[in-house]
Protein backbone atom coordinates (compact mmCIF):
# COMPACT_ATOMS: atom_id res chain seq x y z
CA UNK A 1 0.00 0.00 0.00
CA UNK A 2 1.14 3.43 -0.14
CA UNK A 3 3.31 5.21 2.73
CA UNK A 4 4.47 8.32 3.14
CA UNK A 5 7.95 8.86 5.79
CA UNK A 6 8.40 12.21 7.09
CA UNK A 7 11.61 13.18 8.75
CA UNK A 8 11.57 13.22 12.39
CA UNK A 9 10.99 15.70 14.84
CA UNK A 10 11.01 18.12 16.85
CA UNK A 11 12.49 20.38 15.07
CA UNK A 12 13.64 23.96 16.65
CA UNK A 13 15.04 26.41 15.06
CA UNK A 14 16.00 30.71 15.30
CA UNK A 15 14.31 33.00 13.63
CA UNK A 16 15.69 33.36 10.06
CA UNK A 17 17.29 30.10 9.52
CA UNK A 18 16.39 28.03 6.76
CA UNK A 19 14.07 24.96 7.06
CA UNK A 20 14.36 21.34 5.31
CA UNK A 21 11.32 19.19 6.25
CA UNK A 22 12.28 15.59 4.57
CA UNK A 23 9.36 13.38 3.12
CA UNK A 24 9.32 10.36 0.95
CA UNK A 25 6.83 8.30 -0.15
CA UNK A 26 5.87 5.20 -1.65
CA UNK A 27 2.94 4.59 -4.41
CA UNK A 28 1.54 3.09 -6.92
CA UNK A 29 0.46 5.21 -10.10
CA UNK A 30 0.43 8.95 -10.07
CA UNK A 31 -0.22 10.30 -6.39
CA UNK A 32 -0.82 14.21 -5.97
CA UNK A 33 1.70 14.95 -3.21
CA UNK A 34 0.85 17.87 -0.56
CA UNK A 35 1.96 19.32 2.73
CA UNK A 36 -0.74 20.53 5.15
CA UNK A 37 0.29 22.66 8.03
CA UNK A 38 -2.07 22.42 11.58
CA UNK A 39 -1.89 25.30 14.16
CA UNK A 40 -2.59 24.24 17.93
CA UNK A 41 -6.27 23.78 18.44
CA UNK A 42 -7.18 23.83 14.76
CA UNK A 43 -7.56 21.84 11.51
CA UNK A 44 -4.87 21.18 9.04
CA UNK A 45 -4.52 23.35 6.37
CA UNK A 46 -3.37 22.84 3.13
CA UNK A 47 -0.12 24.49 2.44
CA UNK A 48 1.09 23.31 -0.97
CA UNK A 49 0.50 20.93 -3.64
CA UNK A 50 2.00 19.63 -6.78
CA UNK A 51 0.04 17.06 -8.79
CA UNK A 52 3.06 15.31 -11.49
CA UNK A 53 6.62 14.90 -11.39
CA UNK A 54 9.03 18.15 -11.06
CA UNK A 55 5.39 19.92 -10.48
CA UNK A 56 7.18 22.67 -7.69
CA UNK A 57 4.47 23.37 -5.19
CA UNK A 58 4.77 27.22 -3.24
CA UNK A 59 2.80 28.95 -1.04
CA UNK A 60 4.25 32.11 1.98
CA UNK A 61 7.70 31.12 1.20
CA UNK A 62 7.63 27.31 1.62
CA UNK A 63 8.40 25.58 -1.16
CA UNK A 64 8.27 21.41 -2.16
CA UNK A 65 9.38 20.02 -5.57
CA UNK A 66 7.56 16.86 -6.82
CA UNK A 67 10.34 14.31 -6.87
CA UNK A 68 9.54 11.51 -9.20
CA UNK A 69 13.03 9.67 -9.58
CA UNK A 70 13.80 10.05 -5.52
CA UNK A 71 10.01 9.85 -4.12
CA UNK A 72 10.79 12.67 -2.42
CA UNK A 73 8.58 15.96 -1.72
CA UNK A 74 11.27 17.51 0.95
CA UNK A 75 9.45 21.58 2.44
CA UNK A 76 11.91 24.00 2.28
CA UNK A 77 11.42 27.88 3.52
CA UNK A 78 14.54 29.96 3.36
CA UNK A 79 14.01 32.42 6.59
CA UNK A 80 11.45 30.90 8.79
CA UNK A 81 9.18 33.08 11.53
CA UNK A 82 7.73 32.47 14.85
CA UNK A 83 4.44 32.19 13.31
CA UNK A 84 5.82 29.55 11.23
CA UNK A 85 5.38 27.19 14.40
CA UNK A 86 3.24 24.16 13.88
CA UNK A 87 2.80 20.73 13.01
CA UNK A 88 3.19 20.19 9.33
CA UNK A 89 1.94 16.68 7.11
CA UNK A 90 2.92 15.49 3.96
CA UNK A 91 0.64 13.63 2.23
CA UNK A 92 -0.17 12.28 -1.06
CA UNK A 93 -3.64 11.29 -2.84
CA UNK A 94 -3.97 8.64 -4.77
CA UNK A 95 -6.40 8.24 -8.01
CA UNK A 96 -8.99 6.22 -6.03
CA UNK A 97 -9.09 8.67 -3.43
CA UNK A 98 -7.35 6.87 -0.83
CA UNK A 99 -5.07 9.43 1.27
CA UNK A 100 -1.97 8.95 3.17
CA UNK A 101 -0.55 11.18 5.99
CA UNK A 102 2.93 11.41 7.56
CA UNK A 103 3.43 11.54 10.69
CA UNK A 104 4.01 15.27 10.92
CA UNK A 105 6.79 17.34 11.94
CA UNK A 106 6.42 19.55 15.04
CA UNK A 107 8.22 23.33 14.53
CA UNK A 108 9.10 25.43 17.07
CA UNK A 109 11.03 28.72 15.57
CA UNK A 110 11.77 30.90 18.70
CA UNK A 111 12.89 34.46 18.49
CA UNK B 1 -12.11 29.31 7.73
CA UNK B 2 -11.81 26.12 5.91
CA UNK B 3 -15.62 26.09 5.18
CA UNK B 4 -15.98 22.75 6.19
CA UNK B 5 -17.95 22.79 9.57
CA UNK B 6 -18.44 20.27 12.21
CA UNK B 7 -20.61 19.30 14.98
CA UNK B 8 -20.06 19.11 18.06
CA UNK B 9 -16.91 20.19 18.88
CA UNK B 10 -16.79 18.29 21.77
CA UNK B 11 -18.30 14.92 22.96
CA UNK B 12 -17.56 13.40 26.68
CA UNK B 13 -19.30 9.93 26.45
CA UNK B 14 -19.01 6.64 28.69
CA UNK B 15 -17.51 3.17 27.51
CA UNK B 16 -19.59 0.82 25.60
CA UNK B 17 -21.58 3.81 24.15
CA UNK B 18 -22.66 5.06 20.78
CA UNK B 19 -22.52 8.49 18.76
CA UNK B 20 -22.72 9.92 16.06
CA UNK B 21 -20.38 13.02 14.36
CA UNK B 22 -21.61 15.12 12.07
CA UNK B 23 -19.72 17.00 8.98
CA UNK B 24 -20.97 19.50 6.73
CA UNK B 25 -18.69 20.14 3.67
CA UNK B 26 -17.74 23.15 1.75
CA UNK B 27 -20.05 24.17 -0.41
CA UNK B 28 -20.10 22.46 -3.98
CA UNK B 29 -17.43 19.82 -2.84
CA UNK B 30 -18.98 16.38 -3.51
CA UNK B 31 -16.23 14.08 -1.40
CA UNK B 32 -16.06 13.70 2.28
CA UNK B 33 -13.46 12.10 4.08
CA UNK B 34 -12.73 11.02 7.54
CA UNK B 35 -9.69 10.98 10.25
CA UNK B 36 -8.96 9.77 13.25
CA UNK B 37 -5.92 11.94 15.01
CA UNK B 38 -4.81 10.45 18.78
CA UNK B 39 -1.29 10.84 19.82
CA UNK B 40 -0.23 7.46 19.73
CA UNK B 41 -0.85 6.58 16.17
CA UNK B 42 -0.82 10.03 14.46
CA UNK B 43 -3.62 11.38 11.44
CA UNK B 44 -5.25 7.91 10.13
CA UNK B 45 -7.58 8.03 7.62
CA UNK B 46 -10.91 6.10 7.66
CA UNK B 47 -13.01 6.45 5.08
CA UNK B 48 -13.85 8.48 1.93
CA UNK B 49 -17.22 8.92 0.28
CA UNK B 50 -18.20 10.45 -2.92
CA UNK B 51 -21.76 11.75 -3.88
CA UNK B 52 -23.41 9.72 -1.39
CA UNK B 53 -21.27 6.11 -2.22
CA UNK B 54 -18.69 4.88 -0.06
CA UNK B 55 -15.15 5.19 -2.52
CA UNK B 56 -12.21 4.69 -0.25
CA UNK B 57 -11.51 3.01 2.94
CA UNK B 58 -8.75 2.81 5.29
CA UNK B 59 -7.89 1.86 8.61
CA UNK B 60 -11.95 2.17 9.96
CA UNK B 61 -12.87 -0.39 12.76
CA UNK B 62 -16.12 -2.45 11.97
CA UNK B 63 -17.60 -0.61 15.46
CA UNK B 64 -17.48 2.13 13.12
CA UNK B 65 -19.58 3.37 10.43
CA UNK B 66 -20.52 6.40 8.27
CA UNK B 67 -22.73 7.62 5.47
CA UNK B 68 -23.37 10.79 3.06
CA UNK B 69 -26.27 11.82 2.82
CA UNK B 70 -28.56 13.13 -0.68
CA UNK B 71 -27.52 17.13 0.85
CA UNK B 72 -23.66 15.65 0.83
CA UNK B 73 -23.34 15.95 4.48
CA UNK B 74 -21.91 13.14 6.22
CA UNK B 75 -22.19 11.19 9.59
CA UNK B 76 -19.53 8.91 11.28
CA UNK B 77 -21.25 6.48 13.69
CA UNK B 78 -18.85 5.25 16.31
CA UNK B 79 -20.40 2.24 18.55
CA UNK B 80 -19.42 -0.09 21.39
CA UNK B 81 -16.87 2.78 22.26
CA UNK B 82 -13.53 1.88 24.32
CA UNK B 83 -10.99 4.01 26.06
CA UNK B 84 -8.51 3.51 23.26
CA UNK B 85 -11.40 5.80 20.88
CA UNK B 86 -10.52 9.09 22.61
CA UNK B 87 -9.12 11.24 19.77
CA UNK B 88 -10.01 14.09 17.30
CA UNK B 89 -12.13 13.19 14.67
CA UNK B 90 -12.03 15.53 11.27
CA UNK B 91 -13.29 15.76 8.12
CA UNK B 92 -12.30 17.10 5.37
CA UNK B 93 -13.76 18.00 2.04
CA UNK B 94 -12.67 18.11 -1.71
CA UNK B 95 -14.68 18.97 -4.89
CA UNK B 96 -14.38 15.60 -6.40
CA UNK B 97 -13.04 12.41 -5.63
CA UNK B 98 -8.75 11.33 -6.29
CA UNK B 99 -6.02 13.33 -6.11
CA UNK B 100 -7.91 16.51 -5.29
CA UNK B 101 -6.28 18.72 -2.39
CA UNK B 102 -8.79 18.28 1.16
CA UNK B 103 -10.11 21.05 2.91
CA UNK B 104 -10.45 20.04 6.98
CA UNK B 105 -12.72 20.84 9.26
CA UNK B 106 -12.08 22.22 12.79
CA UNK B 107 -12.72 18.92 14.42
CA UNK B 108 -14.85 17.21 17.42
CA UNK B 109 -12.65 16.25 20.46
CA UNK B 110 -14.37 12.72 21.35
CA UNK B 111 -13.40 11.79 25.31
CA UNK B 112 -14.26 8.55 26.20
CA UNK B 113 -14.22 7.77 29.80
Known amino acids: GNSVTQMEGPVTLSEEAFLTINCTYT??????LFWYVQYPGEGLQLLLK?????DKGSNKGFEATYRKETTSFHLEKGSVQVSDSAVYFCALSDALGKSTFGDGTTLTVKP | DSGVTQTPKHLITATGQRVTLRCSPRSGDLSVYWYQQSLDQGLQFLIQ???????AKGNILERFSAQQFPDLHSELNLSSLELGDSALYFC????????????FGPGTRLTVT
Open chain 1, 50 to 54: ATKAD
Open chain 2, 92 to 103: ASSVESGTYEQY
Open chain 2, 49 to 55: YYNGEER
Open chain 1, 27 to 32: ATGYPS
